[in-house]
């Protein structure tokens, strides 16, 4: 397949106004997606876009909606929404093209493109290549004529059509009430419909990180820093923690002591609720390399398989849809329930684990933590230049550390989609084998 210049794991990320996430990339990347998705027929073309609460988003709005209107692309403008919101939506208002601006966990320097195609689902690799390669063509022949200018519009009510699908997986039958929640917003997409659509469903609520200023998004909050969700969860003394990302689809969660459930914790106990309840398609779930294997060893005892992928979301839900599987995820808190949703939704992975909650009467404590993990460690290294990969003395560390480990756990090593960093996760039997396999390929990695 042709290497990316522009398209990462998980769409167009980087630095705002610095290449490739600058003003004149976004517009041009509007024209050539336009290209892309209009069709012969003469129905008017419609793309939506919602964006996270950074302060950038205000600059790449505009530019991707002067791209798509000049191809002849009405626009309409959900303005802060989750990202799962914006694939929803994007089903929902029968549109050609869905488009979500954020760096999800990323700081508020850093700004991002997803892009969703009409059936709500991220483009796939051939798609986003096709498109990379339309923006570095002249698009003028393909320019709309005056008349066939696309128009933009506000929608008003985004936010509540989202709040309102949401609502609707939680059972008609349970209510939260005298539930004590939590909720961190990671002042993100989500500060507004997370809060409104778990007080709708009857939970007394605590909203944290529910102030946006455009600067403080996933700054020492939300579900790359827990502390703040615990602290509150102590202060309150609620009976669950949630916290969300900067565009909300993934969770990480703590219960009312504040031990936190991570994102493999919570697909083995939404997994093991599907299949006593018969809602388990296939008798499997799909989760990422990355995966705990106590989360694999957990699921085999209950007669559930395993299917793994490569990093990524996009990666599990093409499995999913391959194998026919209803559930996957992410160690980090995606969490993918394809009976609802197209893509990971923080806010219903976490309605799902309330409804345990309710159903069975118990504490959060008593069925979160369905597995002991196995020891594992996971070290991020920043680099700067060429590929420290490529480089031969790190590649026998990383052979040299996989030996150590043989049949007894298991080694990855490989670049960020979406950061400079090289990320070495080992997990064994032992802590003493996860250590000296991960500091034997840091030692390569800083020396070089």
Not at 32 to 40: E, I
Request: hydrophobic content about 40%.
């Amino acid at each position: 397949m042709t290497a990316r210049k522009i398209f990462g794991t998980d769409g167009i990320r980087g630095t705002a106004n610095s290449w490739p996430v600058t003003p004149e990339m976004a517009m041009r990347l509007g024209m050539a997606a336009a290209t892309y998705f209009r069709k012969s027929d003469p129905h008017r073309h419609l793309v939506v876009i919602g964006k996270d609460t950074r302060l950038s988003g205000y600059m790449l709005e505009p530019a991707l909606t002067t791209g798509f209107t000049a191809m002849g692309m009405d626009v309409r403008l959900f303005g802060p929404l989750p990202t799962p919101g914006v694939a929803m939506l994007t089903r929902s208002l029968r549109a050609d093209l869905g488009v979500m601006i954020s760096a999800s966990h990323n700081s508020y320097q850093d700004n991002g493109i997803k892009l969703f195609g009409p059936d709500g689902y991220k483009l796939s690799d051939e798609a986003e290549l096709a498109i990379e390669a339309l923006m570095g063509r002249s698009l003028d022949d393909s320019l709309a004529a005056s008349p066939d200018l696309g128009r933009a519009e506000r929608v008003d009510d985004a936010q509540s059509r989202y709040i309102e699908i949401v609502k609707s997986t939680f059972p008609r039958k349970l209510r939260l009430t005298g539930l004590r929640v939590v909720i961190d917003c990671a002042n993100g997409a989500a500060y507004k419909v997370a809060p409104k659509a778990l007080y709708e469903l009857g939970a007394e609520i605590f909203p944290i990180g529910n102030e946006p200023n455009g600067f403080n998004i996933n700054r020492e909050i939300g579900s790359t820093d827990t502390r703040a969700m615990v602290d509150a969860v102590h202060k309150y003394r609620a009976d669950i923690g949630i916290a969300l990302d900067g565009d909300a689809d993934r969770v990480v969660m703590c219960d009312e002591h504040g031990k936190i459930i991570d994102g493999d914790q919570l697909l083995g106990m939404i997994a093991t609720s599907w299949k006593a309840q018969g809602r388990l398609s296939k008798k499997a779930v799909v989760a990422t390399v990355m995966s705990n294997l106590g989360l694999e060893m957990h699921l085999k005892g209950l007669g559930i398989a395993l299917e793994r992928t490569q990093v990524g979301d996009r990666y599990v839900v093409a499995r999913m849809i391959e194998k026919g599987i209803n559930i996957g995820g992410e160690q980090s808190g995606h969490v993918v329930m394809s009976d609802f949703s197209t893509t990971g939704d923080g806010l219903l992975a976490a309605l799902q684990v309330l409804a345990v909650m309710v159903e069975t009467g118990k504490r959060l404590s008593e069925i979160a933590h369905v597995f002991d993990p196995a020891p594992q460690k996971l070290v991020n290294r920043k680099y700067q230049g060429a590929d420290p990969l490529s480089k031969k003395s790190v590649q026998d560390a990383i052979a040299a550390a996989e030996k150590a480990l043989g049949s007894r756990g298991r080694l990855l090593v490989r670049k960020s989609g979406t950061e400079p960093l090289i990320r070495v996760m080992a997990q064994a039997e032992t802590d003493d084998l996860v250590k000296e396999a991960v500091d034997g390929v840091l030692a390569a990695l800083d020396r070089d």
